[in-house]
C-alpha cells in the first residue's frame, strides 16, 4: 500500500474493546459519549481501564484473544504505545481517541479532537484504514520516536500537572530549562550499515514529524508510512539554528544547513553517545544504551478520517 493512500474497507465493525486512560482527558464525562455512538450503530462494547504501566498492553492482547472487531484507545501517546504493543501481529484496526495532552499520533493522522467525531471513524461504514509503521528496540516497541540529549531532557521537564494544565506548551516551558543543562555529545550512529560520528545538543529517531499541534511538522517529508526512520541531529543552538527552525516549521522544508542540522534516514539503527545522555521513547526516560533500532513497515491498520482524493476502494 501506497504511503500517501489510505484503503476503504466496506466491513462493519460488530464488536469493539475500548480503552480507557482514566487520567487522561480534562474532566469531562466520555462514557455517555461511547454509550450514545456505539448504540446508533448498533455496536456490541465493553470498556477497560488502566491502572498501571503494562495494563493497555495486557487489555490489547486479552482483545485479540477474544476476537474483538477493533480496538479503541482514549489517552495519550503512552497509553497508545502500549496498546499498540499487544496488537503487533494481528490484523484488528484501532481507532484513536484522543484524551493525552499532545496527542502527536492522532494530529499525525487528522484524527478529531472531538470525541464524538473521533468515535464516528469506528461506527461509519465504509471503514477508512491507514497501515502506519512501528519502530522496534529489543522486545519493544514505539511509535513517535527516539530522542537523546536536548530533545529527551524537554520531553522529561514536561510534568503532567503543567501538561494537564497548558497541553502542548508545556514543552516549550520546560525547553529552556533542558537547553541550560544539555551539553554537547558524540552521537555514533549506524545507519543501514553506514557509520556516522557527528557532535550534537540532541539525536532524534523519528517515526513521525508531527510536533503534536495545528498540524506543524519539523519536516513535511517524514512519513509515518513510508517504512523508515528519520535519523536527525541539532549540531548547536545559536541565532541561526533558531531562525533556520522557524522557516522550517513555516514552510515544513527539511533544513538544508549541515552546520547546523544533519538528517538521515533508514531502516535499521545503532545509536549511542559520548557522554551519555539522557533518552527517551515516546515520553518514556530509558536507561538501555547503545540501542538497535528497526523499523516494521505497515505493522498496524488504523481507522483514520476520509479525504478527497486519497481513499483507495
Known amino acids: 500500500m501506497s504511503a500517501d493512500k489510505v484503503v476503504a474497507m466496506e466491513k462493519k465493525i460488530k464488536k469493539i474493546r475500548i480503552i480507557i486512560n482514566p487520567a487522561a482527558g480534562t474532566g469531562g464525562s ?15 462494547w465493553e470498556a477497560s481501564i488502566t491502572h498501571q504501566a503494562g495494563d493497555a498492553i495486557k487489555f490489547a492482547k486479552a482483545a485479540v484473544k477474544e476476537g474483538v472487531d477493533a480496538l479503541a484507545v482514549y489517552g495519550g501517546d503512552g497509553t497508545l504505545m502500549e496498546a499498540i504493543s499487544g496488537l503487533m501481529g494481528s490484523d484488528i484496526p484501532l481507532a484513536i481517541l484522543p484524551g493525552g495532552s499532545a496527542n502527536v499520533m492522532a ?85 543501514d550499515g553506514q557509520k556516522h560520528e557527528v557532535q550534537g545538543l540532541t539525536c532524534i529517531i523519528a517515526n513521525v514529524g508531527n510536533l503534536g499541534f495545528s498540524n506543524i511538522s519539523y519536516d513535511k517529508h517524514i512519513n509515518v508510512s513510508d517504512g523508515l526512520l528519520d535519523v536527525v541531529v541539532v549540531r548547536k543552538a545559536n ?29 535499521e539503527i545503532s545509536v549511542s553517545s559520548s557522554p551519555r545522555q539522557t533518552v527517551q521513547c515516546d515520553g518514556e526516560v530509558l536507561k538501555e544504551m547503545p540501542l538497535h533500532i528497526k523499523i516494521i513497515p505497515q505493522a498496524i491498520k488504523v481507522l483514520v478520517p476520509k479525504k478527497k482524493d486519497n481513499v483507495i476502494e
Not at 531562525?243 to 515544513?252: G, N, P, S
Open 239 to 267: 541565532l541561526s539554528l533558531f531562525k533556520l527552525l522557524a522557516v522550517t516549521l513555516l514552510k515544513r522544508e527539511r533544513p538544508d544547513n549541515l552546520e547546523l542540522v544533519e538528517h538521515w534516514q533508514g531502516k
Open 107 to 191: 494530529e499525525e493522522l487528522g484524527i478529531p479532537k472531538d470525541l464524538k467525531a473521533a468515535c464516528a471513524l469506528m461506527t461509519q461504514v465504509p471503514l477508512t484504514v491507514k497501515t502506519i509503521d512501528v519502530g522496534q528496540f529489543g522486545d519493544r516497541y514505539f511509535i513517535l520516536g527516539i530522542a537523546l540529549g536536548f530533545g529527551a531532557e524537554m520531553i522529561k521537564g514536561a510534568d503532567r500537572e503543567t501538561k494537564n494544565r497548558i497541553g502542548i506548551f508545556a514543552y516549550f516551558l520546560s525547553a529552556a530549562t533542558a537547553l541550560k543543562k544539555t551539553k554537547k555529545a558524540v552521537y555514533h550512529l549506524k545507519i
Open 30 to 44: 466520555i462514557l455517555p459519549v461511547f454509550n450514545l455512538s456505539m448504540k446508533e450503530a448498533g455496536t456490541k
